[in-house]
């Protein structure tokens, strides 16, 4: 009797990266979907230094690397996780394990002391911690969730990392727009996506949430939060979109549809990001020719250490052409 054969990977996103990315590129995503990568600490630098926590690690063993372009973030073994989330500095808030793709769209942002800042998509909290962290906890930094549940985690975790320059509001982000216009000098929209990148191959459980449908659902949501962040941006304000998904349709379609509805008033930002894993966005999807300023886009593709992500940097023009 046969067993059926367990899928690495549905074949309708398998289908979209070879829409997207070249051959090399696509085996390279299956390849680095996986589950045993090594861990990402932040270091909280509201409660701790980059010496406490190195003092730590040696005296229990562990021996972080340095991420290079990211101060106060250290790689990490996998198997050191238990020993960091079972510790007395983790549970009191003096570091944050998350993945350093996650810490891209911080990077870009560039959140300085004094500024206001909204993160429109804000549970579990990663991102809006490392904000603070840049701003040294000064500034006023606004952190919507729509979400219940993880609205409250979301306060749980900013109490417990000291973040006391930060307002949480529980409610729909696509209200902000209307509600706060040219209010903040900086806006971070980590949108709800797909969550295609947290795929693990060979492992179903992973994607059953996954569908076409569900990506045309979630680019719905996500136009409806751009357009909202960005009326919320004062004039020459700047805002970082990302996503964790790697469909153009949660992406460069997303941003395509916004541009052309604010015909000029918006512009992409190319950046500078000091990695080799990255990609530049579409500028052709399918049949549809898009805004060519998207190719200022990135997708950042996974490794032995980054998940796949996307990110883009938009501006609202002071004088719009």
């Known amino acids: 009797?046969?067993?059926?054969?367990?899928?690495?990977?549905?074949?309708?996103?398998?289908a979209s990266l070879h829409a997207m990315l070249p051959e090399a590129d696509v085996d390279h995503v299956v390849a680095h979907l996986r589950d045993d990568k090594p861990l990402c600490v932040r270091v909280n630098h509201l409660k701790w230094q980059d010496g406490e926590w190195l003092d730590w690690c040696r005296q229990h063993g562990i021996a972080p690397e340095p991420l290079d372009w990211y101060p106060g973030a250290w790689i990490v073994p996998a198997d050191c996780r238990s020993d960091l989330t079972h510790s007395a500095p983790f549970s009191d808030g003096l570091f944050y394990i998350q993945n350093p793709s996650s810490l891209v769209p911080v990077f870009l942002l560039d959140p300085q002391p004094g500024q206001t800042i909204l993160d429109l998509a804000a549970a579990p909290g990663g991102k809006t911690l490392a904000i603070v962290?840049?701003?040294?906890?000064?500034?006023?930094?606004?952190?919507?969730?729509?979400?219940k549940?993880?609205?409250?985690?979301?306060?749980e975790q900013l109490e417990r990392h000291g973040a006391t320059c930060v307002r949480t509001y529980l409610m729909d982000g696509r209200e902000a727009g209307r509600k706060v216009p040219g209010r903040f000098d900086r806006v971070l929209l980590d949108a709800p996506c797909s969550s295609e990148a947290r795929f693990v191959a060979g492992q179903p459980e992973t994607?059953?949430?996954?569908?076409?449908?569900k990506v045309r659902e979630c680019q719905r949501k996500q136009v409806g939060l751009l357009k909202s962040a960005l009326q919320t941006l004062r004039p020459g304000g700047r805002l970082v979109y990302s996503t964790c998904s790697f469909a153009a349709e949660e992406n460069e379609l997303v941003i395509h549809k916004v541009l052309k509805r604010f015909k000029g008033a918006v512009r992409v930002v190319p950046v500078g990001l000091p990695l080799a894993n990255i990609r530049p966005g579409l500028t052709a999807w399918q049949t549809q020719t898009l805004d060519p300023q998207l190719v200022h886009a990135r997708r950042i593709l996974p490794d032995k250490v980054m998940d796949g992500f996307f990110v883009c940097v938009l501006e609202r023009q002071a004088h719009p052409e």
């Open 1 to 14: 009797m046969s067993h059926p054969v367990t899928p690495r990977l549905p074949e309708d996103f398998i």
């Open 149 to 155: 549940g993880r609205f409250f985690k979301l306060r």
């Open 207 to 213: 994607w059953s949430h996954w569908s076409l449908r």
């Open 133 to 147: 962290d840049r701003m040294r906890n000064e500034g006023t930094v606004s952190a919507v969730e729509a979400v």
